[in-house]
């Protein structure tokens, strides 16, 4: 939210993967052991890293690996392995354009980011012959996640490695501050496996809520009681619940279109629409996301002090608070408060997308107007939704508390 993909700077699975192709831990190298093969033509979509998504949830909350840390361990390493191999295999960073969930995940966060690489002058890149941004120099790689960076206009596939400012001859790339979610009004390229990981990610902020609520084990009995197995019941419930958001999406999306393109000769297609009115539903998941997780922050994260006496979990006291009981750090109160600002403020976010996308869509302002009736009643019944479920009383999974 305030530094873009700033997880990419430190993200070890990719970094253990160029030191061991490159051999080195800095400065460019043209000797690296790699193949550098390209990425599949049909994999140049981000559905693998939306199926790894889905798929870690399931793990995660099906299985319960983030009780076992053992577990968590090896899911850490298997993602490692997953990196490696991609960076042996594949030309630049293609796993963390293509395939990295967390990438991808973050990607469409970092459209919020108060930071951005760009170019300074669009009219130097336009007569720029060189083009080294694109095709690097002797001491700067091409932009690993295969960007234009001259043409760059929203952050979702820029890790802000700076290759582009170290290659570019006439210092035209830099790196800017900006307003929060510049990039929701910026004119991107929608595109169908974002809008459905968008799509996704609402869907699935508001399971992982769900399942902390008495509301889901009572559906896992119900499920249980037509017959199926503990798994089945887990899968049928987790494919139900985040199939249901985007089922009532592309409802509203059509009732918006119909109010929307009523008349009109040469409509804007339902699949175009469909696709660009999924980013609104950012801000939403992303501030429903934080106002989850402020919750574990607050309830859970004084803990880390008796943790820091016993981090390997040995029995140690090196600190002596291994036996220390904190308290939260704000009331039950306090913190109700903070998520209804919290969800409050994504929904304002996303009605001014909306608007934007509207005014892109259609330039008319009584029909962009129209158009965002329904697309309103969703979000506010997805910001009441959220309110309820931070509402509900939650089981921590990581403690008793
Ligand atoms: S960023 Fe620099 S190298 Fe790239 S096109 Fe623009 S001027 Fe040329
Ligand atoms: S080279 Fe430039 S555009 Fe490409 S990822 Fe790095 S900072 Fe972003």
Redesign the pocket.
Known sequence: MFAGKAWCYVCPWDAVATWMERLRLWRKTDQGLGLGLPWPRRLRNIWLATALFVGLTWIELGFGVTLSPRATAYMGLGMLVMTIVAVFLFERKSFCRYGCLVGRVSGLYALFSGVE?RPRSREVCRSCAGKE?VRGTDTA?????F?N?AR?RVNT?????????Q?CPHDN?TVNLRPWAADLAAEGRPAVDEAYLALLMLAITGFHGLTMTPAWPALLEWLQGLGLGEAAAFTVGMAGIMGLPILVYAALVAWSHRLATRGVPDPVPYGAYFVRYAYCVLPIALFYHLSHNLEHLLMEGPKVVRLLSDPLGRGWDLLGTAAWTPPPLVSLDVLWLMQVILVGVGHVYSLWAAKHISRRLFPDPARARRGQIPILIGMIAFSVFSLWLLKQPMEMRTSAM
Do not use: F, G, S
Not at 141 to 145: Q, S
Not at 157 to 165: F, G, K, P, R
């Open positions: 690489v941004c790689y091409p932009c690993p996640t960007e960076p760059l596939y820029c890790i802000q490695c700076t290759e582009c400012i290659a790339m």
